[in-house]
């Protein structure tokens, strides 16, 4: 089990502890300072990579975290088993870019894992959020089958898949 930090992080650890299989490497969109794709790809022995175009520095780094937007997701020069993406929504300049971009980095069949926090919810910070159903259309509009759809208390919960 991770450390958790928030539902969100718990719910797309769950979901991609139940969707990685040997040998996958994933992304992590809006790493952070990459703890949680260090924890995820020890645990399970696979490799990843992260963008960020600020990733948060640890003096223990020992992570993969590349500085790239995700509105620029595009410039990767390869394709992954999976990608997901905890509380950085909200940080895009332009989300749709991101969804535009992100199904060539993907690939078939491929799954997508998204938790933000939701619209009108209360963290303390001057942030606005998205709701969920937007979330789902821009996925929609990308090719995804949206297969989970979920309010958490303070966050909602998305999977998509691209055939
Ligand atoms: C609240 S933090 C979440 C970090 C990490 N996912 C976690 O759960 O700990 C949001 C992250 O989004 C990143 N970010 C900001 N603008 C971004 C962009 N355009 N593309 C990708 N990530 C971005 C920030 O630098 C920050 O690391």
């Given at each position: 089990m991770m450390d958790s930090k928030t539902e969100g992080d718990e719910k797309v650890y769950?979901?991609?502890?139940?969707?990685?299989?040997?040998?996958?490497?994933?992304?992590?969109?809006?790493?952070?300072?990459?703890?949680?794709?260090?924890?995820?790809?020890?645990?399970?022995?696979?490799?990843?990579?992260?963008?960020?175009?600020?990733?948060?520095?640890?003096?223990?780094?020992?992570?993969?975290?590349?500085?790239?937007?995700?509105?620029?997701?595009?410039?990767?020069?390869?394709?992954?088993?999976?990608?997901?993406?905890?509380?950085?929504?909200?940080?895009?300049?332009?989300?749709?870019?991101?969804?535009?971009?992100?199904?060539?980095?993907?690939?078939?069949?491929?799954?997508?894992?998204?938790?933000?926090?939701?619209?009108?919810?209360?963290?303390?910070?001057?942030?606005?959020?998205?709701?969920?159903?937007?979330?789902?259309?821009?996925?929609?509009?990308?090719?995804?089958?949206?297969?989970?759809?979920?309010?958490?208390?303070?966050?909602?919960?998305?999977?998509?898949?691209?055939?």
């Amino acid at each position: 089990m991770m450390d958790s930090k928030t539902e969100g992080d718990e719910k797309v650890y769950e979901k991609l502890e139940s969707l990685i299989k040997h040998g996958f490497r994933i992304l992590d969109v809006g790493c952070g300072d990459g703890s949680f794709l260090n924890q995820i790809t020890k645990h399970h022995d696979i490799s990843g990579v992260g963008i960020d175009p600020s990733p948060a520095k640890r003096e223990d780094a020992d992570t993969n975290c590349t500085i790239l937007k995700a509105e620029s997701v595009g410039e990767l020069e390869e394709k992954f088993d999976l990608v997901y993406s905890i509380n950085s929504l909200h940080h895009f300049g332009d989300v749709s870019e991101f969804f535009e971009g992100v199904p060539e980095k993907l690939k078939r069949p491929g799954n997508i894992i998204l938790a933000d926090w939701k619209e009108g919810a209360s963290t303390g910070r001057p942030e606005s959020y998205f709701s969920r159903e937007h979330i789902s259309k821009l996925m929609t509009e990308a090719g995804f089958e949206v297969t989970e759809s979920r309010d958490l208390e303070r966050q909602f919960f998305l999977v998509g898949k691209l055939f």
